[in-house]
């Protein structure tokens, strides 16, 4: 065979196992929003957590280029629905109850793994005795925190659903006598006197991710800034200078941030 027939030859060869590589060979999705990490959150613990986040994540952060993050008010809101079912985040941060709902209606996404615990506190004013409380603020949507209080003191006898803005509004206007506030909102009344939600250990927020983007080398980048930001909040000096409260209002509650395998 003479040399223009053998280099045909071999650049024929070379076209077709290159084309079987590009055809028949396994790869990465070429996906543009594999380099970025949305993060959503509502405007409390679960924010300060995604704060702590992105924090992390912007020195260290070279494989990937975007961050972003969606400060929703409310887990609970349309909102923040609307965010991760229109895709707008692809890791959120939500209450087990609207999670739940969340995954049962959306293929797309799951729930990943619990991530916070005993967010919650019941708070009172400081005139009124414990066993005087009946009616209690709840922030709407919030049907887990209703059923953990009234196992937990059968004494309530009945829950007022209160927008984030209002509820409290409402405890200082006596229209209830205590409130379930998430810990960061507690931490702004200091001097109101808190009960634990129930006595025992619960989840409050969760992980749901989109089931495309939990795939992603972003995604495990995502998840190292997660633990590294998890561990210094469970430091109680850093989670008080956080929640500009002290070390000594934050002593007895039961907080948790969880990191993930």
């Known amino acids: 065979m003479g040399?223009?027939?053998k280099a045909l030859a071999f650049f024929l060869g070379f076209v077709v196992v290159c084309t079987a590589i590009v055809f028949l060979f396994p790869r990465e999705k070429a996906f543009s929003r594999d380099a970025v990490i949305r993060i959503g959150a509502g405007n409390d613990i679960s924010g300060i957590l995604m704060e702590e986040i992105t924090e992390e994540l912007s020195g260290t952060y070279t494989l990937h280029q975007t961050i972003d993050m969606s400060s929703f008010a409310?887990?609970?809101?349309n909102t923040a629905q609307w965010a991760l079912n229109a895709a707008e985040i692809n890791v959120g941060f939500f209450c087990s109850h609207i999670a739940n709902y969340t995954v049962q209606k959306n293929d797309k996404v799951m729930?990943?793994?619990?991530?916070?615990?005993n967010a919650e506190l019941i708070v009172y004013k400081e005139d009124m005795p414990w066993e005087a409380v009946r009616t209690v603020g709840v922030t709407q949507g919030r049907e887990q925190e209703k059923n953990l209080a009234s196992k937990a003191y059968p004494q309530i006898e009945a829950f007022r659903d209160i927008s984030q803005k209002g509820i409290l509004y409402a405890l200082e206007d006596g229209q209830v006598d205590a409130d379930i506030l998430d810990i960061s909102y507690a931490a702004g009344v200091p001097d109101y006197k808190t009960r634990p939600l129930i006595g025992r250990d619960y989840i409050s927020y969760v992980l749901?991710?989109?089931k495309e983007f939990a795939g992603t080398e972003a995604f495990s980048d995502f998840l190292k800034g997660y633990n590294r930001a998890v561990r210094k909040l469970n430091d109680k000096a850093v989670l008080a200078e956080r929640l500009q409260t002290t070390e000594e209002w934050l002593s007895g509650k039961q907080l948790k941030f969880l990191e993930i395998d």
């Open 74 to 77: 409310d887990c609970c809101s």
């Open 3 to 5: 040399t223009v027939k």
């Open 208 to 210: 749901v991710v989109d």
């Open 111 to 117: 729930i990943y793994a619990p991530v916070v615990m």
